[in-house]
């Protein structure tokens, strides 16, 4: 079989040993994850690009595969093999989270449990809400939040929602895997991205599985000087945690006490919190990338005092992204569509030849290069079109307007897009939305002309999908590729593999989300802000709807301007200091938690090559490397002890 790059491919990597290991440790997190993140408050098994969980079984998978293959050779595990067990984790270990049931299963329920006679949510959107959409059910929902005495679920309301919400998860995953296809030879081959968060696998994984000795990144010194400083720090931090007489290697500070006066206090909150994992992948990063991370996060904050300083207002971005101002999220949406044209730009010789291809048979004239990519981009292309137009349909059958169920599609696949491309070429731990496309939709043509209905149905869609993107699955797609064509892997074996996980773990983790919740009751585990939160914003767009925004959509052309800009300089100057990557990031809130971080990083690095040189940078990059694998792997024995404690010392957190 070969592979999707056309690439030479080792023999081995989809078995029925690889599937099976790859099934449990996602099944595993079905079932841990609920009780892990919310009962326990544990860090979360995925929280981010680089997920811990997932990362933790990797390392334990390859000390026993090594121990394994001098007793029981057939029992231990390839580089293919592990690769596709990589895959499978990373790509669905974020579904038990946020990723679907975390956000999507309180809102379900949420608009009849939290109805009352004063804010009238009845009269304002039930009625707009189809009865097959959700469990309408006072008594599922009270199950839901409060929990169940007896244990016993209710399941019959939940099962027509849960399926059709699936389908429409299906729809999303699809139309994110086909993009990656389309995408991934151009970011990949092309442009020789550098897949920052895809370095640390690449070298715990090592070269092929045919010794009985670990991969050389375990044996070198450097890895444990990396785990004593990780496990100094949070061997005390946790032991604290536990323990407070013991004493706390501080990490985490804060200006905002020093900035409680007008106009300082607009640039509040300004957190400095330290994560050795950061740095570490900081480090990894062009200087140029990391420089423009962290400039343009204290633009967007001297933007603040500036307009508080000329008495200009500042609304904050509605909802749950209250983190940021409404201007720098029009800003950024103007400099996602800038790059996302660029990325078409500089994809479009390989995009044409596809797209022409859908209507054509291969020319004989083509060169080999092109019929080898055409056939698996070509239904890469085909796949994509068709997954967007499902979810336009499943978005009509629920009630949404074709134009905005077009323009939702459109704006959602533009962001998933930008977040890959920040993960790809800059490592971005977190990617966090500072806006939603029914925020653009609402800057352009105001609350009224929208829709009642289009405004209720979009906040189950948004809730579900589009408030949290930390766990996006398309950075996990394209980065797994990159560790398969690292590693010589098939694939379309990896593809295969994923796809399977994601269809099991979508019924399972929603089976035993549920099971955990209705007994223990969602208010108990701290979600009912995040049934709520979203029926409470849209009770206030529907009392007091806003007009077209002439404000939001000067500062939308802002950003096209200043990004198209920014841009062109980039590319025609080469001692430009700036990377257009810091427009799209500015104001986001998972910049904001890792800032300090990424300063540290960056600064280590240009000292680094301006006093040492390049070979001084290149022998202290495995230093790095174990320096995020010793905070994880501390990090993760933390999460084991939490699960037996029923309290969690947490990493990367806010």
Not at 279 to 290: F, M, N, R, W
Not at 349 to 372: G, I, P, Y
Request: glycine share 6%.
């Amino acid at each position: 079989m070969r592979d999707l790059g056309g690439a030479t491919i080792a023999p081995e990597s989809l078995t029925i040993k690889a599937v099976a290991i790859g099934l449990i440790c996602v099944i595993c997190f079905c079932v841990i994850t609920p009780y892990n993140n919310h009962y326990v408050r544990n860090t979360y098994l995925a929280s981010n690009h680089l997920p811990i969980g997932p990362l933790f079984l990797l390392v334990c998978l390859i000390c026993i595969s090594v121990g394994l293959r001098r007793q029981i050779p057939k029992l231990s595990l390839s580089t293919g093999e592990l690769v596709v067990i990589w895959g499978m984790m990373s790509v669905s270990a974020s579904i038990p989270s946020k990723a679907f049931v975390e956000y999507l299963l309180p809102a379900l329920v949420a608009p009849y449990y939290f109805a009352t006679p004063e804010n009238q949510w009845h009269q304002l959107f039930h009625a707009h809400i189809p009865i097959w959409l959700t469990p309408e059910n006072i008594v599922t929902a009270r199950g839901f939040y409060e929990g169940i005495d007896s244990g016993e679920i209710l399941w019959a309301p939940w099962i027509i929602p849960l399926l059709i919400w699936m389908l429409y998860a299906l729809s999303l995953y699809g139309a994110m895997i086909c993009l990656t296809i389309i995408l991934r030879h151009q970011w990949i081959q092309n442009e020789r991205m550098t897949f920052p968060l895809v370095q640390l696998p690449a070298e715990i994984i090592g070269l092929p599985q045919d010794s009985n000795r670990l991969p050389t990144f375990f044996k070198n010194r450097w890895m444990w000087i990396a785990f004593a400083i990780a496990g100094t720090l949070h061997l005390f931090n946790g032991l604290h945690f536990y323990f407070p007489q013991f004493p706390l290697i501080p990490t985490r500070f804060s200006l905002d006490p020093l900035l409680a006066e007008k106009p300082f206090s607009a640039i509040r909150p300004l957190p400095l919190d330290i994560h050795l994992s950061v740095i570490g992948i900081t480090y990894l990063l062009a200087e140029q990338v990391s420089f423009s991370i962290w400039f343009f996060y204290l633009f967007y904050k001297f933007e603040c005092f500036a307009f508080s300083s000329l008495g200009w207002p500042m609304p904050n971005s509605p909802g749950e992204f209250g983190f940021t101002r409404s201007f720098a999220s029009h800003q950024e949406m103007g400099a996602f569509l800038v790059i996302v044209c660029l990325i078409g730009w500089q994809a479009r010789k390989r995009l044409l030849v596809t797209m022409k291809s859908m209507f054509s048979a291969v020319s004989k004239n083509r060169t080999s290069n092109d019929k080898e990519f055409i056939s698996d981009e070509h239904w890469a292309l085909w796949g994509l079109l068709s997954m967007l137009l499902l979810q336009i349909m499943l978005s009509q059958l629920m009630g949404i307007s074709l134009w905005v169920a077009l323009s939702i599609t459109l704006f959602s696949a533009i962001m998933w897009v930008i977040f890959t491309w920040q993960v790809s070429s800059a490592g971005v731990l977190i990617v966090h939305p500072t806006f939603r496309p029914m925020m653009m939709l609402r800057t352009m043509f105001g609350d009224r002309r929208i829709g009642v209905h289009n405004l209720t149905l979009n906040t189950f869609q948004a809730r579900g999908f589009r408030t949290d993107l930390t766990q996006l699955i398309m950075p996990h797609v394209m980065n797994t590729f990159k560790l398969s064509n690292e590693k010589k892997t098939k694939s379309i074996s990896l593809l295969m593999a994923m796809i399977a996980a994601i269809f099991i773990v979508l019924p399972v983790s929603s089976y035993f989300f549920l099971r955990f919740t209705c007994k223990v009751g969602a208010n108990a585990l701290g979600l009912s802000w995040v049934g709520h939160t979203g029926f409470r914003v849209l009770e206030s767009r529907l009392i007091y709807p806003a007009d077209m925004d002439p404000t939001n959509l000067g500062f939308f052309l802002l950003g096209i301007i200043s990004t198209l800009s920014i841009m062109l300089i980039y590319h025609r100057f080469l001692w430009w200091p700036l990377h257009p990557i810091g427009c799209t990031t500015g104001s986001s809130w998972g910049i904001q938690m890792f800032f300090l971080s990424i300063f540290l990083g960056w600064l280590l690095k240009y000292l680094t090559l301006k006093y040492s040189g390049l070979k001084t940078y290149s022998r202290a990059r495995p230093m790095f490397l174990r320096l995020i694998l010793g905070e994880y792997v501390i990090g993760a024995i933390w999460i084991i002890i939490g699960l037996f404690a029923g309290k969690g010392y947490r990493i990367l957190t806010a």
